[in-house]
């Protein structure tokens, strides 16, 4: 790894506690919650902590933040957590996975995995995600099926990173060629990984068998190519899928219209309420 990428994500890992903003001013519900518990699983690499939300014991959506795979800071969601679990009365784990530049991949996929298996293990589950995420929600999918580890109830896909083998569409969008190139030389480093499955969900030759899944594009965002054609290539291998385009949108889809943001993640909290205590 060049020393200047390293130097790179550590300030980015460093300062996203101070620099990520975007969910201020979507905090429609939930405020009045207490502060999350701490829970820690262990998983393949080491023990994780998560931060629950909502009732024990309740049916669950596991959360995976964005970020990127180099910022590790899951209170960047809080404000979505928080949400879920008051609108759809279920509860929320937020999971608190490792990032560049101190692992690389699978890491981040395995304990995402083994968290999510472990809170399946005490009631229905479903698993979603923003961003780098919503690749990490469709990694774990993908993991549960071949594995035969649990059943996820529902995906939801956030704007979702699927495809680190392939080069960024041309465009001026939040998500640069810079960003992408970055993120591949630190958390992907291998060259030969970026096409596996686990990493680019959406190049996984079969995506029979996946749960139902919630998938979240933005018209004018650089990985939307990515949500799009995962949407179409669910519904091709038989999943129930349901695709939501925000029009004249970048990457961070719900900040740039309130009233559309409130359409959309009740939409969400319905689907996630609905598969979960069916």
């Known amino acids: 790894m060049r020393i200047t990428d390293r130097l790179s994500a550590m300030t980015m890992h460093a300062t996203a506690r101070f620099t990520v903003r975007y969910g201020a001013d979507l905090r429609f519900a939930g405020r ?12 393949r690499h080491g023990v994780v902590t998560s931060y629950e939300y909502g009732e024990p014991g309740a049916p669950a959506l596991v959360h995976l933040h964005g970020g990127a795979w180099l910022m590790r800071y899951p209170q960047m969601d809080d404000w979505w957590c928080r949400y879920v679990a008051a609108t759809a009365g279920v509860r929320v784990v ?8 101190y692992v690389a991949y699978p890491v981040a996929q395995h304990q995402a995995h083994d968290v999510a298996e472990a809170v399946a293990a005490e009631g229905p589950v479903a698993v979603g995600g923003f961003s780098s995420g919503g690749g990490l929600a469709a990694s774990v999918c ?29 465009g001026s969008g939040m998500i640069s060629p810079s960003l992408r190139a970055l993120v591949r030389r630190v958390y992907f480093p291998d060259p ?6 686990y990493a680019s969900p959406v190049l996984a030759p079969d995506l029979s068998g996946l749960p139902p899944a919630v998938v979240m594009t933005a018209e004018r965002d650089t990985l939307r190519r990515d949500g799009d ?38 939409m969400v909290a319905d689907h996630v309420r609905r598969r979960l205590t069916a």
């Open 142 to 170: 993908l993991q549960a099926r071949d594995l035969g580890s649990f059943a996820p109830r529902l995906q939801v896909l956030g704007v979702p990173a699927l495809d680190l083998a392939s080069d960024l569409p041309a």
């Open 94 to 101: 937020n999971v608190d996975f490792r990032t560049g530049p």
């Open 32 to 43: 009045d919650l207490p502060r999350p518990r701490q829970r820690r699983d262990r998983t």
């Open 229 to 266: 054609t995962y949407a179409a290539r669910l519904r091709e291998a038989g999943v129930d899928v349901v695709h939501d385009v925000t029009p004249g949108v970048d990457h961070y889809f719900l900040t740039e219209d309130p009233a559309r943001a409130r359409r959309t993640m009740a």
């Open 192 to 197: 030969a990984t970026r096409s596996d499955p």
